[in-house]
Nanobody, 128 residues
Framework: QVQLVESGGGLVQAGGSLRLSCAASGRTFSSYLMGWFRQAPGKEREIVAAISRSGGTTFYTDSVKGRFTISRDNAKDTVYLQMNSLKPEDTAVYSC?????????????????????WGQGTQVTVSS
């Protein structure tokens, strides 16, 4: 398994930006599809974005399209989530996760078992 550590969360006003990072260690990072998830209090975990192993294909949930950008640097074993035009409804704990088997084309129907490694999460709070 790969170990994941997120950073970059915090408190920001609506309309502001944050950049989350997820540093990986332990296995070949480029072998994993990477995803960013979020979970708000009282809500189920949802996938926000995902990126293929090469970085050439991405997925975004509808609510963040045009505002969030996922990217990865396989030389640095890191995946990023640039979040712009943040809204109060983006407030959640954001986690990154790694999948050995999943393809971007199937990400929208993901299941817990598809991701074998998870980070501890980082809090993002957007004030109105």
């Amino acid at each position: 398994q790969v170990q994941l550590v997120e950073s970059g969360g915090g408190l920001v006003q609506a309309g502001g930006s944050l950049r989350l990072s997820c540093a990986a260690s332990g296995r070949t990072f480029s072998s994993y599809l990477m995803g960013w998830f979020r979970q708000a209090p009282g809500k189920e975990r949802e996938i926000v974005a995902a990126i293929s192993r090469s970085g050439g294909t991405t997925f975004y949930t509808d609510s963040v399209k045009g505002r969030f950008t996922i990217s990865r640097d396989n030389a640095k074993d890191t995946v990023y989530l640039q979040m712009n035009s943040l809204k109060p409804e983006d407030t959640a704990v954001y986690s990154c996760a790694a999948s050995w088997t999943l393809l971007v084309a199937r990400v929208s129907s993901w299941r817990e078992g598809d991701f074998g490694s998870w980070g501890q999460g980082t809090q993002v709070t957007v004030s109105s």
